[in-house]
């Protein structure tokens, strides 16, 4: 499925659960081509945390930037250099770390507001 060795990598890493699989429905692919992210991003209430890859060209970078430009505060942007899946394998700790604290931090806030 993947011509990214970084993608490889990372989907073989989740092969030691008998759960997972690796599979995208034709369902799926046709509404892939009717998503308009930035048509809905306004009505977002929620918090937004948005981690995105530099050089990804999986889920280009330009197209989640707009959609985040449209989207309400309270939201955070973090960007790594590397691959969609790259900085999964290479960053995944960091990110998983980075995470938490954000969601700990953001709903304490939240919770404090009410």
Known sequence: MFE???G?????????FP?????????SL???F???????ATRLTLPLL??????DTV?????????????PE??????????HYGILVRQYREIIDRTGHWLAATLTSLDSDK
């Not at 009717?34 to 809905?40: G, H, K, L, N, T």
Request: no cysteine; proline share 8%.
């Open 4 to 6: 990214d060795p970084d």
């Open 8 to 16: 490889v990598e990372f989907t073989d890493d989740f092969q030691v």
């Open 19 to 27: 759960s997972y699989r690796n599979e995208l429905a034709l369902l």
């Open 30 to 32: 046709s509404n892939l």
């Open 34 to 40: 009717e998503f308009e992210p930035i048509a809905y």
């Open 50 to 55: 948005l981690v995105t890859a530099e050089e």
């Open 59 to 71: 889920a280009p970078v330009e197209d989640a930037l707009e959609m985040y430009s449209h989207i």
């Open 74 to 83: 309270p939201k955070q942007h973090w960007s790594y250099p590397g691959q």
